[in-house]
């Protein structure tokens, strides 16, 4: 007996691996698909709705995916120019931004002053056999990345609209194939109620967290135009964009954000309030705002989520920490409605909503 659940765990532990290594290697494969899944599963209940309403599924779907395509792309339109110009004065921007901490360290002279006898030794050591090599950064070599990596999450992004699309168009099919997969007439409608339950959950989730990161993105824009923060609504949708990263799009948005204010202001402490103004909405946020409209319909643990993250990040880098926390959802809302899922259901939620 122990040595058959010793072959068990070794199985279950090879099996695991299996799963990593292929879903490692099938990123380009399988991110458009599970992103087609995710906006499928968010919109479905929209397309039941409008069609409940006369409108054929096809051209719900369809409406709703030329929509969201069209949103999409108006972000990438009103981002596009400013980021674009940040990436092509890069140099002079963190140029600037030296020249603006060095004014206001007296310390960085001292710095400067040791750097220099260093590579005069350097030198010396040499004997002018081989000159001093200097780093230097190719700008046309970071643009191309840049531009590059733009056109993959362009070329990804428009296969999951089209995947989404058809899914969408054939939600009743594959539902209802999924429903006859039950041995009795109660189990599939049992089935039927458990499918439209997991839609709505992950549905009801995903729009409210889309709502409340639009509320922070519109928050974080007026603040910064208050302040006298330049193309402040460009930071707006910034924000908006990285609380899609949990616990890293904060930091990555307040960052960024200190580094233009302190090119523009003319205070290191003027150029401080950007990124406090910043931490500041993100953590009101996400300890108030998110837990008391979201928290109730989904409660998850933060462990949890936590993993979640550091595993997607791990296998698919920042696609795949977007998508960690819209995979967990579904998990949970499938768990919840399988009883055999159950103990699955009761990890993954928090305390709170296990004592009620």
Not at 276 to 290: A, D, H, K, P, R
Not at 336 to 349: I, W, Y
Request: hydrophobic letters at 55%; charged letters at 15%; proline letters at 4%.
């Amino acid at each position: 007996m122990h040595n058959l659940r010793t072959i068990k765990s070794v199985l279950i532990c090879l099996l695991l691996l299996h799963i990593f290594a292929a879903v490692y290697f099938t990123r380009e494969l399988v991110l458009p698909i599970m992103i087609g899944i995710i906006i499928a599963l968010t919109f479905s209940p929209l397309v039941r709705l409008l069609t409940r309403n006369r409108i054929p599924q096809a051209v719900s779907a369809f409406a709703i995916v030329i929509s969201l395509g069209t949103a999409l792309s108006l972000v990438v339109v009103l981002v596009a120019a400013p980021v674009s110009n940040w990436l092509t004065d890069l140099p002079q921007l963190e140029a600037e931004i030296r020249a603006k901490i060095s004014g206001l360290s007296s310390s960085v002279e001292a710095v400067r002053d040791v750097a220099e006898q260093v590579e005069d030794i350097a030198e010396e050591a040499t004997e002018g056999d081989q000159p001093v090599q200097r780093v230097a950064v190719d700008q046309p070599q970071f643009l191309t990345s840049a531009a590059s990596g733009v056109a993959t999450v362009a070329t990804t992004m428009a296969i999951s609209l089209v995947l989404a699309l058809f899914f969408l168009a054939s939600n009743d099919l594959i539902v209802r194939k999924l429903s006859r997969m039950a041995d009795t007439a109660e189990q599939r409608h049992a089935a039927i109620g458990a499918i439209h339950d997991v839609e709505k959950g992950i549905s009801r989730y995903l729009l409210a967290i889309t709502a409340i990161n639009a509320g922070l993105g519109l928050c974080v824009g007026l603040s910064l135009w208050a302040l006298g923060l330049n193309n402040a609504w460009i930071w707006g949708i910034i924000a908006f964009l990285l609380n899609f990263i949990p616990f890293l799009g904060a930091v990555l948005g307040s960052i960024a954000v200190f580094a233009i204010a302190i090119i523009q202001f003319d205070t290191l402490a003027h150029a401080a309030l950007a990124p406090v103004i910043y931490m500041t909405l993100s953590s009101i946020e996400g300890q108030f705002v998110t837990p008391s409209l979201v928290g109730r319909r989904m409660k998850i643990n933060a462990v949890s989520v936590i993993l979640t993250v550091f595993v997607w990040g791990w296998l698919w880098g920042v696609p795949g920490i977007i998508i960690a926390v819209p995979f967990l959802v579904i998990i949970k809302a499938v768990a919840d409605n399988v009883p055999s899922l159950n103990k699955v259901a009761v990890f993954l939620s928090d305390d709170s909503e296990q004592k009620a």
